[in-house]
């Protein structure tokens, strides 16, 4: 067996709030995958991975895949896209800095 290549993978977790006054609040997820390429060059693969312990106006909403999707939908009736906003959101959230920040940890990917 012959190990060619390393990866280095982290989730980072951040407690955010949204909407009109933070009345959304959630942990938003993000993984992260580092490896050292061809060149030697770090590449940094960011993903939004998932989103947990949903509240609307301080009242958690109903664990799960379909308790969030119902919360959307009735959201979006109201004409608030909970998609769209999370999105926006959870693009702000790492930057080009921290993703330099990263890299740095991957001195053992040689």
Request: aromatic share 10%; proline share 1%.
């Amino acid at each position: 067996m012959k190990i060619s290549n390393k990866t280095l993978m982290m989730t980072i977790s951040h407690d955010v709030q949204v909407g009109h006054n933070g009345a959304i609040e959630a942990t938003f997820q993000h993984q992260v995958f580092l490896s050292r390429n061809k060149n030697g060059e770090i590449d940094c693969d960011l993903d939004f991975a998932d989103i947990e312990n949903v509240k609307f106006m301080g009242i958690p909403i109903e664990k799960g895949y379909e308790g969030f999707k119902k919360f959307k939908k009735t959201m979006l009736e109201m004409g608030i896209n909970v998609d769209e906003i999370f999105d926006k959101k959870a693009r702000t959230l790492i930057t080009d800095a921290d993703i330099d920040l990263l890299k740095g940890y991957v001195t053992w990917c040689k």
